[in-house]
């Protein structure tokens, strides 16, 4: 037996619970992993909650990230002791997940776990941490460098943001962070950024074109937001966009891709093919200051989980959330 939160659907509705679980919760694959600690990002809030349509399968074990330990194995590439990192793949989903002491899957969606951080620190990143380094590599892919001038980032409180300004700033990129919550602007420059706006001035609907601006952003609203940041992009500048904490909807007219050469790259987290994600994790251990992990994480135990996850679709929660599945 061992713990989990089990999200249902039936007749008496939908509900997520803390309970004890045996393998038969488990879903199939090569390898089983005793998991020391997973997260909570805004997709497990949504499945949590159930104010998204993020489960397709139940019951659930939600949870689209995990750190652990190898406890058996017959993928070639893995054996018992293995420190492991998993993100994405559909688990949480479709396949259960890491919000739980333990799971099987796949050894293919598997990472070695980077030995710059414990598995502490690597759910500090999760999912979070590896999206944003994806958008910083696609920002480097179409050619965004510091010399081009000012970088954006939008949600910049939440776990992708806080990410991505800290590891742009570390780059030495100029990064101008926007948010909602202009008391947690000491927050933010402390992770980097250089000058913090309000997120109103992007939320509402605007011009097909405005001052040009941005020589990049990094996107994690969607909706309006990402519509009026490629509107005031500069002359081929690029936008990547990995979030819709606004909306799925992009009200948006085709001047900047026309008009600007503005690039709107789109950046994928779940099903990113294996060899981006080693690269990613590398950079992650190269260029993120380990030291602002602490700055941006907050420590929960399972028993908080339901709790925290409501928290965090309202808006409330800053940075990361690690969860230490054995308290």
């Not at 949870?63 to 793949?89: E, F, K, Q």
């Not at 909807?249 to 085709?254: G, I, N, R």
């Not at 709107?264 to 260029?287: H, N």
């Not at 700055?295 to 969860?323: M, P």
């Amino acid at each position: 037996m061992f713990n989990g939160i089990l999200i249902r659907k039936d007749e008496a509705g939908y509900r997520a619970t803390l309970e004890d679980l045996d393998d038969g919760a488990l879903g199939d694959g090569d390898v089983t992993v005793q998991v020391a600690y997973s997260t909570l990002n805004y997709k497990d809030g949504l499945a949590i909650t159930g104010k998204g349509p993020v489960v397709r399968r139940f019951p659930m074990i939600p949870g689209i990230d995990m750190a652990g330990t190898v406890a058996h194995s017959t993928h070639p590439d893995y054996r018992p002791g293995d420190a492991v990192v998993l993100n994405g793949w559909g688990v949480g989903e479709v396949h259960p997940g890491g919000l739980a002491q333990r799971i099987r899957l796949k050894g293919d969606w598997l990472v070695p776990l980077p030995k710059a951080f414990t598995a502490r620190q690597a759910m500090a990143i999760g999912t979070a941490g590896y999206t944003a380094m994806l958008c910083v590599l696609a920002l480097e892919r179409f050619g965004v460098t510091p010399d081009h001038g000012e970088i954006l980032v939008t949600g910049a409180n939440g776990g992708v943001g806080s990410v991505a300004v800290a590891v742009l700033a570390k780059l030495g990129y100029t990064v101008v962070a926007s948010t909602g919550r202009p008391a947690e602007a000491d927050y933010l420059k402390s992770l980097g950024a250089a000058e913090i706006i309000d997120r109103a001035q992007f939320s509402e609907p605007g011009r097909p074109l405005g001052k040009e601006r941005w020589a990049g952003a990094v996107d994690t609203v969607g909706s309006h937001t990402l519509a009026n940041v490629c509107a005031t992009a500069r002359y081929r500048g690029v936008v990547t966009a990995c979030g819709l904490a606004q909306g799925m909807d992009l009200p948006a007219s085709v001047a900047p891709f026309i008009l600007r050469g503005v690039t709107l790259a789109g950046v994928d987290s779940v099903m990113c093919p294996r060899p981006e994600r080693l690269v990613a994790w590398e950079r992650l251990a190269a260029d993120l200051d380990i030291g602002k992990l602490d700055l941006i994480t907050r420590e929960i135990g399972l028993g908080a989980v339901i709790e925290t996850a409501a928290q965090l679709i309202q808006g409330q929660i800053r940075g990361r959330v690690v969860v230490d599945v054995n308290r």
